[in-house]
């Protein structure tokens, strides 16, 4: 049982984000650019309906707190990354929330019916276990219904404690930033460039809860602005790189950087705990991130009340700005950011970061008047497929470049999306095989079949952040493209 | 954890198992339109569940949506990983006799399936059992030679074991085909049957000395037009490799498997084996590449191409250049550690004297091509890189 897995205070909301109105602020979609039109809907329409079989089958006796056990929280029956200390309604759905009583196990990455109380290894494939949210209740032999509370079944018998692997959380932004998952599911990071020249990077659980103190100062890290790889060795050295430590209010690990010029590539190498295999998170910044966060949203909303002269934040290289002429500049920031002065270790390398078309980071304006609506990026835009195969093979290519460019903008999160696009295309071509002339029929079935594996390949990378790998499944994903193109020559036009 | 309490963990695990699948219980959201009844089944069954069935070599069984729900994330690991089903050819499947790929569309299924809640569907929607395999795919063999019996200690995990058996033949005799049937079916892991040295020396040209390489699921292969020569009196080499599942991680195991012997009535081309392999060691290092190759210095039939038993994680493609600069892809795969096989190409390919044959081999990133939580089943690049063609002259 761990107890960080509760609510730090009673009443504090752990997830859902309010605004000052109390309602409920829109949730972003899991997927950049807001108009994927993926799993959003269709996860929680379902994940409605089995939470709520679920929730039907608790008897709740007693939310009084049980000696040796976590205590109760409430949960949404739609959203089960709303969790809750007290009574309430779903701030996004509504609904009554319902009681759950949640506690950390560990598991196995690929054979989750393993679920144990303490780190070790899989019995099954000897895998390290790796850190899981479960939710406890209480049975007896031959019924379904489970309780909340340990206690004696109509036999005298001792009811079975249940260990439930629990949904996992989203994966949206809390802080504006960038959002990875950790290879072992149960660690996720959130990297973000706030206007005074630090990367932040807040380390979470499964459901974006910020990991305690005490486990975030087990956590190494550094961010690297520039390295070197040898592509014959396969080894990576850094070039530039600025080390993690925990920031002032303990909530997140921070590097100083002398300049932040965007847009900006940085590479956070993370060991999560002493003993596991350090992972690397390829961010790409093309603008600020704005905190969207309740706190940093009151914060400023308390800093545009107080008219206060704001120092300006340290300027960046003039060489670096000289150096891009016609590239507008912004002003220096307007808002002071909250962030009480750190104790991180400064380094002084005055790197500027990608020089290329640069943009000085300045604080975000977010009271700005909205900007006009951008146009759909058609990367993250659903479309029918064609009706002919001449209309197929162009979609694949289409998508193809869109994947490639998404990688070159460093939107590992969205590459997914015109991966499985192309994916479905390629289900519908292999539907028409038949019209292919048959010496080539089986060279395309073959490739359509890896393009399927690729695509999934892609979403899997794209989730952990790993350019290298992202790119790696990308260019395999791309030369299939290509032989479906090629071998597809035999299709009448 | 200490051996016998990870017995009690492993049970422990099956009883969840039980648990976890009761209906309504499962907490994951069901995104997939595919059910199992209707959708997974029916390509379990065409694809899998030969393999995947209880006391085979594979430690879960695919044939229930009970006994496959637990499973579900290890079969998404391993699909996309391209892991399984153990096909390692790229490109064109037809050009071989003995293949075991997925449909795009179907591959799709397993992976949403199994990624999006494991819906289990109507069970009046399942399809009806699969027939057990017989033991012998080819038939009743015409000779079977029963290997020693062996034990598997219950502190042994995995053990190679080479048995020498006499063939008794009094003359020459040819062969068509050569099986294996495993004793125990769960922990004979692969095998290889070969002739015993001394009788035939295998080299370039030479005759081919290795009958068959079975691993589990594979159906033997017939030669056509052609045979392995089994010199009069020979010996065989029955080479298997146990390896327990978690499932009988601390049994005492007793294996007797023995080889089917498949002759052909009458005399015909002797398989010979044509092996390209580079003169300095393997580099080792993930990325690098090797070429290597040779020159035939005869006009040749290939009939079929293996590659080293224990090659992994290493992609191969042998290219035959002929003398009039026409050219052609005879293979490109990527082998995996214990699933070496014979690969029998539809129909063989007439290389003139002269043809050079080139191999290119090249470490891959692992890594990157398998998903995260994928375990590396042997070491990148671990293994000989070695390819073997089986040619006949052509007359």
């Given at each position: 049982?761990?107890?960080?897995?509760q609510?730090a205070g009673r009443?504090r909301?752990l997830?859902?984000r309010?605004?000052t109105s109390?309602r409920?602020v829109p949730r972003?979609s899991?997927?950049?650019?807001?108009?994927l039109?993926?799993r959003g809907p269709?996860?929680?329409?379902?994940?409605a309906?089995?939470?709520?079989?679920?929730?039907?089958?608790?008897?709740?006796r007693?939310?009084?707190?049980?000696?040796g056990?976590?205590?109760?929280?409430?949960?949404?029956?739609?959203?089960?990354d709303?969790?809750?200390?007290?009574?309430g309604?779903?701030?996004?759905?509504?609904?009554?929330l319902v009681?759950?009583?949640?506690d950390?196990?560990?598991?196995?990455?690929v054979h989750?019916?393993?679920?144990?109380?303490?780190?070790?290894?899989?019995p099954?494939?000897?895998?390290?276990?790796?850190?899981?949210?479960v939710?406890?209740?209480?049975r007896?032999?031959?019924?379904?219904e489970?309780?909340?509370?340990p206690?004696r079944?109509a036999?005298?018998?001792?009811?079975t404690?249940?260990r439930?692997?629990?949904?996992?959380?989203?994966?949206?932004?809390?802080?504006?930033?960038?959002f990875?998952?950790?290879a072992?599911?149960?660690?996720?990071?959130?990297?973000?460039?706030p206007?005074e020249q630090?990367?932040r990077?807040?380390?979470y659980?499964?459901?974006?809860r910020p990991l305690?103190?005490?486990?975030?100062e087990?956590?190494?890290?550094?961010?690297?602005?520039e390295?070197?790889?040898d592509?014959?060795t396969?080894?990576?050295?850094?070039?530039?790189a600025?080390?993690l430590a925990v920031?002032?209010?303990?909530?997140?690990?921070?590097?100083?950087?002398?300049a932040?010029v965007?847009?900006?590539?940085l590479?956070?190498k993370i060991?999560f705990?002493p003993?596991l295999?350090?992972?690397?998170?390829?961010?790409?910044?093309?603008?600020p991130?704005l905190?969207?966060?309740p706190?940093?949203?009151?914060?400023?909303?308390?800093a545009?009340?107080t008219?206060?002269?704001?120092?300006p934040?340290?300027?960046?290289?003039?060489?670096v700005?000289?150096?891009a002429p016609?590239?507008?500049?912004?002003e220096p920031?307007?808002v002071?950011?909250?962030?009480?002065p750190?104790?991180?270790?400064r380094?002084s390398?005055g790197?500027?970061?990608r020089?290329?078309?640069p943009?000085v980071?300045?604080a975000p304006?977010?009271?700005?008047?909205?900007?006009?609506?951008p146009?759909?990026?058609p990367?993250?835009?659903?479309?029918?497929i064609?009706e002919?195969?001449?209309g197929m093979?162009?979609?694949?290519?289409a998508r193809?470049a869109?994947i490639?460019d998404?990688?070159e903008?460093g939107?590992?999160t969205?590459?997914?999306f015109p991966?499985?696009q192309?994916?479905?295309?390629?289900?519908?071509l292999?539907?028409?095989?038949?019209?292919?002339?048959?010496?080539?029929?089986?060279?395309t079935?073959?490739?359509?079949?890896?393009l399927?594996?690729?695509?999934?390949?892609i979403?899997?990378?794209?989730d952990?952040?790993n350019r290298?790998?992202?790119t790696?499944?990308?260019?395999?994903?791309?030369?299939?493209?290509?032989?479906v193109?090629a071998?597809?020559?035999g299709?009448?036009? | 954890?200490?051996?016998?309490?990870?017995?009690?963990?492993?049970?422990g695990?099956?009883?969840?198992?039980?648990?976890?699948?009761?209906p309504?219980?499962?907490?994951k959201a069901?995104?997939?339109?595919?059910t199992?009844?209707?959708d997974?089944a029916?390509i379990?069954?065409?694809?899998?569940?030969?393999?995947?069935?209880?006391g085979t070599a594979?430690?879960?069984?695919?044939?229930t949506?009970?006994?496959?729900v637990?499973?579900a994330?290890?079969m998404?690991?391993?699909l996309v990983?391209?892991h399984m089903p153990?096909?390692?050819v790229?490109?064109?499947?037809?050009?071989f006799?003995?293949?075991?790929?997925?449909?795009a569309r179907?591959?799709d299924v397993l992976?949403?399936?199994a990624?999006?809640?494991?819906?289990a569907?109507?069970?009046a929607?399942?399809?009806?059992?699969?027939?057990?395999?017989p033991?012998?795919p080819?038939g009743?063999?015409d000779?079977?030679?029963?290997?020693?019996e062996?034990t598997?200690?219950?502190?042994?995990?995995?053990d190679?074991q080479?048995?020498r058996?006499?063939?008794?033949?009094r003359?020459?005799r040819w062969?068509?085909?050569?099986?294996v049937?495993?004793?125990?079916t769960?922990?004979?892991?692969?095998?290889?049957?070969a002739?015993?040295q001394?009788?035939d020396?295998?080299?370039p040209?030479g005759?081919?000395?290795?009958?068959a390489?079975?691993v589990?699921?594979d159906?033997p292969v017939?030669?056509e037009?052609?045979?392995?020569?089994?010199?009069?009196?020979?010996?065989l080499?029955l080479?298997?490799?146990?390896?327990?599942t978690?499932?009988?991680?601390r049994?005492?195991?007793r294996?007797?498997?023995?080889?089917?012997l498949?002759?052909?009535?009458a005399?015909?081309e002797?398989i010979r084996?044509?092996?390209?392999?580079?003169?300095?060691a393997?580099?080792?290092?993930?990325?690098?590449?090797?070429?290597?190759?040779?020159?035939l210095?005869?006009d040749?039939?290939?009939?079929?191409?293996?590659?080293?038993?224990?090659?992994?994680d290493t992609?191969l493609t042998?290219h035959?250049?002929?003398?009039?600069?026409?050219g052609?892809?005879l293979?490109?795969?990527?082998?995996?550690?214990?699933?070496a096989?014979?690969?029998?190409?539809?129909?063989?390919?007439?290389?003139?004297a002269?043809?050079?044959l080139?191999?290119?081999?090249?470490?891959?990133?692992a890594?990157?091509?398998?998903?995260?939580?994928?375990?590396?089943?042997a070491?990148?690049?671990a293994?000989?890189?070695?390819v073997?063609?089986?040619?006949?002259?052509?007359?």
């Amino acid at each position: 049982m761990q107890p960080d897995l509760q609510p730090a205070g009673r009443g504090r909301r752990l997830r859902p984000r309010v605004a000052t109105s109390g309602r409920a602020v829109p949730r972003p979609s899991r997927r950049p650019g807001g108009t994927l039109p993926a799993r959003g809907p269709l996860v929680a329409f379902a994940l409605a309906a089995t939470a709520l079989a679920v929730v039907a089958l608790v008897t709740v006796r007693d939310t009084a707190p049980v000696a040796g056990q976590p205590p109760i929280s409430m949960t949404c029956p739609h959203h089960p990354d709303v969790i809750e200390t007290s009574p309430g309604t779903c701030p996004f759905c509504q609904m009554a929330l319902v009681p759950v009583r949640l506690d950390r196990a560990w598991t196995c990455l690929v054979h989750p019916a393993t679920i144990a109380e303490e780190r070790g290894t899989c019995p099954i494939c000897s895998r390290q276990l790796v850190p899981v949210t479960v939710s406890l209740t209480w049975r007896c032999p031959g019924s379904i219904e489970e309780h909340l509370e340990p206690g004696r079944c109509a036999d005298g018998t001792a009811m079975t404690l249940a260990r439930t692997v629990r949904p996992h959380g989203d994966h949206n932004p809390r802080h504006g930033g960038q959002f990875f998952m950790a290879a072992d599911k149960w660690h996720h990071i959130e990297g973000a460039v706030p206007a005074e020249q630090a990367f932040r990077l807040y380390v979470y659980d499964d459901y974006s809860r910020p990991l305690p103190l005490e486990e975030l100062e087990r956590v190494r890290g550094r961010v690297v602005a520039e390295e070197d790889f040898d592509p014959e060795t396969r080894t990576t050295t850094d070039l530039v790189a600025f080390p993690l430590a925990v920031g002032a209010d303990g909530t997140y690990l921070e590097a100083r950087l002398d300049a932040v010029v965007l847009p900006a590539e940085l590479t956070a190498k993370i060991r999560f705990a002493p003993g596991l295999d350090e992972e690397r998170f390829d961010f790409t910044f093309t603008k600020p991130s704005l905190d969207t966060s309740p706190e940093a949203t009151a914060a400023r909303a308390a800093a545009s009340e107080t008219v206060t002269p704001v120092p300006p934040a340290p300027a960046a290289p003039e060489a670096v700005v000289a150096s891009a002429p016609g590239v507008e500049t912004a002003e220096p920031p307007a808002v002071e950011v909250s962030a009480p002065p750190s104790p991180i270790a400064r380094v002084s390398a005055g790197t500027a970061l990608r020089p290329a078309t640069p943009t000085v980071l300045t604080a975000p304006e977010p009271e700005a008047a909205p900007a006009p609506v951008p146009e759909p990026d058609p990367a993250l835009l659903a479309e029918p497929i064609a009706e002919t195969i001449p209309g197929m093979l162009d979609q694949l290519r289409a998508r193809n470049a869109q994947i490639g460019d998404l990688l070159e903008r460093g939107d590992l999160t969205a590459v997914w999306f015109p991966a499985f696009q192309a994916k479905d295309v390629a289900i519908a071509l292999e539907s028409r095989l038949e019209e292919l002339d048959p010496s080539g029929r089986e060279a395309t079935s073959a490739a359509l079949q890896r393009l399927v594996r690729l695509a999934w390949l892609i979403d899997a990378h794209g989730d952990t952040g790993n350019r290298r790998n992202v790119t790696a499944a990308y260019e395999a994903f791309s030369t299939t493209v290509d032989e479906v193109i090629a071998d597809a020559g035999g299709f009448p036009p | 954890m200490t051996r016998p309490a990870r017995l009690v963990f492993a049970t422990g695990i099956l009883a969840a198992m039980a648990i976890a699948v009761q209906p309504g219980l499962a907490h994951k959201a069901i995104t997939s339109p595919y059910t199992f009844n209707e959708d997974v089944a029916p390509i379990l069954r065409e694809h899998c569940v030969a393999c995947h069935a209880d006391g085979t070599a594979a430690p879960m069984s695919l044939r229930t949506h009970t006994e496959t729900v637990p499973w579900a994330a290890s079969m998404l690991v391993e699909l996309v990983a391209g892991h399984m089903p153990p096909w390692s050819v790229e490109g064109d499947a037809s050009r071989f006799r003995n293949v075991k790929v997925l449909a795009a569309r179907d591959l799709d299924v397993l992976l949403t399936w199994a990624a999006g809640g494991t819906p289990a569907g109507p069970s009046a929607a399942a399809p009806p059992p699969a027939p057990v395999p017989p033991a012998w795919p080819l038939g009743e063999p015409d000779v079977t030679l029963s290997a020693p019996e062996f034990t598997l200690r219950a502190d042994v995990g995995q053990d190679v074991q080479e048995f020498r058996i006499a063939t008794g033949t009094r003359e020459d005799r040819w062969l068509r085909a050569v099986d294996v049937r495993p004793g125990d079916t769960t922990i004979v892991r692969s095998a290889t049957v070969a002739v015993a040295q001394g009788h035939d020396a295998t080299g370039p040209g030479g005759v081919e000395r290795l009958l068959a390489l079975w691993v589990p699921g594979d159906r033997p292969v017939p030669a056509e037009g052609a045979a392995f020569r089994l010199p009069a009196g020979a010996e065989l080499v029955l080479r298997v490799h146990y390896r327990k599942t978690w499932l009988r991680e601390r049994d005492v195991v007793r294996d007797r498997s023995a080889v089917g012997l498949y002759f052909t009535p009458a005399r015909t081309e002797v398989i010979r084996a044509v092996t390209l392999e580079p003169a300095a060691a393997h580099p080792g290092s993930p990325g690098a590449e090797v070429r290597f190759g040779r020159t035939l210095d005869a006009d040749m039939q290939v009939l079929a191409i293996y590659p080293a038993p224990g090659l992994h994680d290493t992609t191969l493609t042998v290219h035959a250049t002929r003398p009039d600069g026409t050219g052609e892809t005879l293979i490109a795969f990527r082998p995996q550690a214990d699933w070496a096989r014979r690969y029998w190409l539809s129909e063989p390919v007439v290389l003139p004297a002269g043809t050079r044959l080139d191999v290119r081999a090249s470490t891959d990133a692992a890594a990157a091509l398998a998903p995260p939580g994928a375990l590396p089943r042997a070491p990148s690049g671990a293994g000989d890189i070695r390819v073997t063609l089986n040619v006949i002259p052509v007359r």
